[in-house]
């Protein structure tokens, strides 16, 4: 299979001359607003993929989201992650929705580190979207016991707290603020890369209204390399499917009420609340999805990616 950048290489080359932010991520630099010249191109990729049938289910959950964090409430989005097009794909859809493009601009994703600072290629594509950049907790951990653990603990601190201010700033402010639970993308055959993080819980608290979405069908896998210039694009219905509006505090107490008050085992419960929420919405969108794919099957049209397992 042939990868993004050789795919697309005359938007991708464009897209890297356009880009705009630094690389490197501080405290005065964790708020990244969207840029609209690569916001253009990113779609010009994206009508090429995503084929006939692709729709967001449940559209009117988001308008009732959106309606309510214009009214100054706090609302938060919890996303299954398959690639780095899940966004590019949500937006591309919810703009061809009545009212999609206000709502798609209220929306401010939670991003990591690694995003801007892996390559100025994929910053390219990532600038595309407004986005609160944090330091992972699995990149930090991934250091301890090496030497150049003390000082990214430090700089993880001094990023997440003005992440967390301008978190604050905006969800009180008309928008609604994207996350994705598990914090990286599924890679299939490692179940660890679905599972949602302690972290989702304490995101969950801070917030007075949530929608769950479940995604089937992926436009750009992961390459084994890890190297995110070399994931691979091909054509596919994307379906999302999004779950009621539901109060984040009734959600949270629900999922903590059959664990131990308080540490890890009542954060872990509220995690595996996002996990099942998430699975049941990806059964939905994957019934639907096969569905248009037999369709699409007797007009010849077939998708060129490989199938995330249902």
Known sequence: M?????????????????SQQEQAVDRDRVFQPANRENRILVD??????????SRIEGYENLREL???AQQGKSCIML?????????????????QMERGTELTESIVAMAGSKLNEESRFVLAFTEAYTRI????????????????????????????RSALREMVRLKHSGHIILLFPAGTRYRPGKPETKQALFETDSYIKGFDYLVTIGIAGNTLQVDESGNMEKDLPGTDVMVYNVGPVTSAAEFRRNARSSAPEGGE??????????EDELDRRHVLAAEIRSGILA???KKGIRPTSIPIPT
Not at 2 to 17: G, K, P, V, Y
Not at 44 to 53: C, M, R
Request: proline share 5%; charged share 30%; aromatic share 10%.
């Open 66 to 68: 959106w309606g309510l």
């Open 265 to 274: 085992e009542a954060k872990r419960a509220v995690a595996r609340a996002v």
């Open 2 to 18: 042939i990868h993004i950048d050789e795919q697309f290489r005359q938007i991708t080359e464009q897209l890297i001359r356009n």
């Open 79 to 95: 996303l299954e992650h398959y690639s780095n097009f899940d966004i590019p794909c949500l937006f591309y859809l919810a703009d």
């Open 133 to 160: 950049v944090i330091y992972p907790a699995r990149m930090l951990a991934a250091l301890e016991g090496t030497p150049e653990y003390s000082e990214a603990r430090s700089r993880s601190r001094e990023i997440n």
């Open 295 to 297: 369709e699409l099957e």
């Open 44 to 53: 010009k990729i994206i009508d090429k993929l995503v084929l006939p049938g």
